[in-house]
């Protein structure tokens, strides 16, 4: 981590950060997708746990905590410290591990809100980062979030998840990789690093969103039914989520990165800039993907218009073919008596073979013209 100028004091337990200095909370009111499906067991909250990174000259060491006061016990040490929180099944407890971090009530605040806006902001002595990971169920409609809260200070970083079952088992890996270079370990790198982890589960839920656009896109033009816009409609919904959570991004990260944040090295910032050209690439897949619902409702119209003159055509044909069938059998199904057919011994087969003659007559010139082909594309192969 970069080092503070002499006019920079280091965050020291018990300083405060002055209150125009601390973000207000923007919490949700509707949460942006549905839980994943193991918390839904627990109400929506996971039992909490937390597990602590520490990083002495030597080696990293790792320790499983579970009260406030087994988390008390590691504070006094001076060394680096990644603290992973998760699950919010005991919001009290994390409130009291928080407490004892030193950090102002209103950061606080924020950490232990959920669901929350996602953002990117700084106070006097700390970085926070809210941010939602995105995941696609077995049913591409259904969107599954996770929200993490993550703060950065001098020698600590702390991240909050609900959902326990993610780990940073590729992070921890690289750091214990690195057990010989731990003095080249910062905690400013660690945390773009796991917002950047964060990101990435982004692309995945993308790629499959739009390969089941596509999918969708090709029912939509051989057999277009109802439940097709209706699961158009849902992903269409589920991209303005994800987009509502990605635009605050853009412009927070341009505004961070404006700032001269001390407890940012120059390798940290460089790749906060990266993030930013990350967040931007995301949004232009999303337009591409809001490119695709666009098509697949126009392919939808289209082709639910070719059915439908497919089948007024095909009335036109039977109305065309027994109008003048009709005609004949009315002039003599009249209840004149100087009607001089009526006296006739074969009038009724004559009647019959005249109507049969005009009807294959008629047939025969619409088929011709090429009325009896089908237009509508529904027994073609996609492509072909």
Not at 139 to 167: A, G, K
Not at 235 to 240: D, E, G
Not at 275 to 303: K, P
Not at 323 to 332: D, E, H, N, R, W
Request: aromatic share 10%; net charge negative; proline share 5%.
């Amino acid at each position: 981590m970069s080092e503070p100028t002499s006019d920079q004091s280091l965050f020291k337990p018990g300083d405060r950060l002055s209150p125009d200095s601390i973000p207000e909370p923007l919490p949700l009111l509707e949460r942006p997708g549905n839980l994943p499906a193991h918390l839904f067991l627990h109400g929506g909250k996971a039992p909490f746990s937390c597990k602590i990174l520490q990083f002495n000259d030597e080696q990293v060491s790792t320790f499983n905590v579970r009260t406030s006061e087994d988390l008390q016990e590691f504070l006094p040490s001076q060394s680096l410290m990644w603290l992973q929180f998760r699950g919010l099944g005991n919001l009290e407890c994390l409130r009291r591990c928080l407490s004892l971090l030193s950090l102002d009530q209103s950061v606080v605040d924020i950490l232990v809100t959920f669901p929350q806006k996602s953002r990117v902001t700084s106070t006097n002595n700390c970085v926070l980062a809210v941010l939602h990971e995105f995941s696609l169920a077995s049913d591409p409609t259904h969107l599954i979030s996770t929200q993490y809260n993550l703060v950065l200070t001098n020698r600590m970083l702390i991240t909050i998840q609900e959902n326990p079952q993610r780990s940073f088992n590729d992070l921890e890996a690289w750091l214990n990789v690195k057990t010989n270079h731990l003095k080249e370990i910062d905690l400013d790198n660690l945390f773009h690093f796991v917002i950047d982890d964060i990101l990435d589960s982004y692309l995945p839920m993308l790629e499959s969103m739009s390969v089941f656009l596509d999918d969708l896109e090709e029912r939509a033009l051989l057999k277009p039914k109802p439940s097709i816009l209706n699961k158009a409609y849902q992903v269409r919904f589920n991209h303005r989520v994800t987009r509502r959570q990605l635009w605050p991004l853009r412009n927070e990260l341009i505004i961070f990165l404006r700032q001269s944040q001390r407890l940012l090295g120059p390798v940290a910032r460089d790749g906060l800039h990266d993030m930013a050209d990350h967040v931007n690439t995301l949004l232009e897949i999303g337009d591409s993907i809001r490119l695709q619902l666009n098509s697949i409702t126009e392919a939808y119209m289209a082709s639910t218009g070719n059915v439908m003159n497919q089948i007024i055509k095909t009335l036109t044909i039977v109305s065309t073919i027994f109008a003048p069938l009709t005609f004949i059998a009315g002039i003599y199904g009249m209840n004149f008596e100087n009607m001089p057919e009526l006296k006739w011994k074969y009038g009724y087969l004559y009647s019959l073979v005249l109507m049969s003659l005009i009807a294959l007559f008629q047939a025969y010139f619409l088929w011709k013209r090429g009325w009896f082909q089908d237009l509508s594309g529904r027994s073609r192969k996609f492509g072909s």
